[in-house]
């Protein structure tokens, strides 16, 4: 991370990433951490867990721009993970993820301007990506929003807003590994929508180490993504069961729920013929004209042609044998092997 900031909110503070993302920070030295929330029985439980003078609470949503307007006040940086991510609640409510992914990052990004924020860092998926689902598409909005007010505010201004981009966080809260894991324990069969299906794997650590290559590294407007192995559905359960030593647990193929896709990707060939290969991350720089395209035009991009989209199906894919020694990475994942044992 560039200069240390003193001050950081973090929005969705409770969940998985904003938890993962607190502790590093407390390693690193921050001097104040906020976490911006409305669930308060999740506050009260980090608040026990942590017992560290330098985290405070804000009780909020982010719907409401008082809200937020009151837990930016002051602060270098801002981590915005607050969303609705679960795909078929968005699909039943589309409205509320409409509120909070949209109207919410409109308000996040509003008030980090007029705070002076130094970096706000706006957290993105796959699945706005060519979205067919809800969350998908109040996602891409929020991608749009955060690149709309970095186009307005230009280069040179006070606060830098930068999105990140990644698929599955392995682990993460309401994710299919726990889910799998608690149907093995329980003798339940694993219900999986359809096993071709390939999904990006990616750690909690590597979404908050592509969080801080961003907050690092980001010019205005930029959007930044993790290269990341993906497997299918089938492989990653067979390799679930074979490390529970449960290789004839039942397996059972529910149909695919609303709006899933079979693969899923991390950007267009458009993007990438636009972005910058960086080793571990693309970055993929905004889009910077304005509405006089005529000044723009000369004999048209072949540029795009180079490229084809990224997504799940043609990355690297990780074998049964290789989505074990990931799983094995995880912390949680051995404490469940553990307690299995």
Not at 33 to 51: G, T, V, W
Not at 161 to 178: K, L, T, W
Not at 252 to 260: F, K, P, Q, S, T
Not at 313 to 336: F, I, M, Q, Y
Request: net charge negative; hydrophobic share 40%; charged share 25%.
């Amino acid at each position: 991370m560039k200069t240390l900031p003193k001050s950081v909110l973090i929005t969705g503070g409770t969940g998985s990433f904003g938890k993962t993302m607190l502790n590093k920070l407390l390693a690193d030295g921050v001097e104040e951490l906020r976490i911006l929330s409305r669930d308060e029985e999740k506050h009260d439980a980090l608040r026990n867990e942590l017992r560290d003078g330098r985290v405070k609470y804000y009780i909020g949503d982010i719907r409401d721009r008082d809200s937020v307007d009151r837990a930016m006040r002051g602060v270098d940086c801002v981590f915005h993970a607050a969303a609705l991510k679960q795909v078929p609640s968005c699909e039943f409510f589309p409205m509320e993820a409409v509120k909070t992914n949209i109207v919410g990052s409109e308000n996040i990004v509003r008030a980090a301007i007029a705070s002076n924020v130094r970096s706000l860092v706006c957290l993105s998926t796959d699945k706005a990506v060519f979205p067919i689902n809800a969350m998908g598409i109040s996602k891409a909005m929020m991608e749009k929003i955060a690149q709309s007010a970095a186009r307005e505010i230009g280069a040179d201004a006070t606060t830098t807003i930068s999105c990140v981009r990644y698929g599955n966080v392995m682990y993460s809260r309401g994710s299919a590994i726990p889910l799998f894991i608690r149907q093995l324990k329980s003798g339940k069969p694993i219900t999986v929508t359809e096993p071709m299906m390939t999904r990006f794997l990616m750690p909690l650590r590597d979404s908050v180490a592509l969080v801080d290559y961003a907050f690092s590294n980001a010019n205005q407007g930029d959007l930044f993504i993790k290269k990341a192995a993906a497997s299918t559905i089938a492989d990653l359960v067979e390799a679930l069961k074979q490390l529970f030593q449960r290789e004839n647990h039942p397996v059972e193929a529910i149909g695919w729920r609303h709006a899933e896709k079979l693969f899923e990707t991390l950007a267009t060939a458009q993007e990438l013929a636009q972005s910058e290969d960086l080793g571990d991350y693309y970055r993929i720089r905004m889009d910077n004209r304005d509405l006089n395209y005529k000044a723009y035009f000369s004999e048209g991009d072949e540029t795009t042609t180079q490229f084809e989209d990224y997504h799940s199906h043609n990355t690297e894919r990780l074998d049964v044998e290789g989505v074990k020694e990931l799983l094995l990475s995880l912390p949680e994942v051995k404490a469940e092997l553990e307690d299995w044992s």
